[in-house]
């Protein structure tokens, strides 16, 4: 179960812009196992919203996990899994490195790493690429890694931001259908942002419309689209 309380971001004023309140008093809660979709425009506060639940960046108000407020915990105790946006992965380190790197991090034995590592880049379809540096991967290629590597971890709670935003748009169904079938497996509980209304409908268990730092609506599917709150045209 996770519950966010009354969260706010605000980046502060530099020379050139103003302060922004990126989150204004956001509150909801989020039953175990669910995969949460968050959209809306660009700009509409949902990758400070997930950089708020990591920590990355500073915040006020509560983040409960299994009740356990976690606001206070450094970002890297969080038991967390983040795919940003950037997808940064290590340079120098091999395919296999990269997405072993979570699993040696907690110093599990060899034969699970690689037993592990295989089974979720094969079903990424990137078995092929272990040996390579990350600078021989096309962007697509790179996100599936960075998918791959999250995927390995095994955290309380996974957060995907615009995760296939590289990947071309003839392989993104399928792509999404792939982290729709491993979080399920896995029965973890996600928070997924996209800023494209069809991709929320089809993923989401539950979906949660946010628009300049607040939330707009927030249900099932079904129900927003029933009560014309969101439509699969909007994009
Ligand atoms: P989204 O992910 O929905 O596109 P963001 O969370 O990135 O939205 O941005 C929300 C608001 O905060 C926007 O007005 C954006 O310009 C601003 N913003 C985002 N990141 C920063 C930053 N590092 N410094 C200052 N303002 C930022
Ligand atoms: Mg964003």
């Keep these: 179960m996770i519950e966010i309380k009354d969260l706010s971001l605000k980046y502060p004023k530099t020379r050139h812009n103003p302060e ?21 425009p660009s700009g509409s506060g949902k990758t400070s919203l997930l950089r708020a639940i990591t920590g990355i960046y500073p915040s006020h108000g509560k983040i409960l996990i299994n009740n356990k407020d976690i606001s206070k915990i450094h970002p890297s105790d969080r038991n967390i899994s983040y795919v940003s946006q950037e997808y940064a992965l290590y340079p120098h380190l091999t395919i296999f490195d990269n997405i072993a790197f979570p699993l040696k991090a907690k110093r599990a034995p060899k034969e ?34 960075a998918l791959a590597r999250a995927l390995v971890k095994k955290p309380s709670l996974y957060l995907f931001d615009e ?6 748009v003839d392989s993104r169904e399928e792509a999404r259908n792939l982290i729709k079938d491993e979080i399920k497996k896995r029965k973890a509980t996600s928070i997924y942002v996209t800023h494209d209304m069809k991709e929320a409908i089809q993923l989401g268990d539950k979906i949660l419309v946010i628009s300049d730092g607040e939330i707009k609506a927030y249900g099932e599917p079904n129900e927003l689209l029933s009560l014309g709150i969101i439509n699969s045209f909007d994009r």
């Design 20 to 40: 922004v309140l990126a989150l204004k008093n956001v509150s909801f809660s989020l039953e175990e196992g669910t995969f949460l979709v968050v959209v809306g």
């Design 112 to 145: 699970e790493i690689i037993k592990e590592v295989y089974e979720v880049s094969e079903a990424l379809g990137i078995s092929h690429l272990m040996n390579r540096k990350p600078s021989e991967l096309s962007g697509g290629q790179q996100q599936r890694v």
């Design 163 to 168: 995760p296939l935003s590289n990947i071309s």
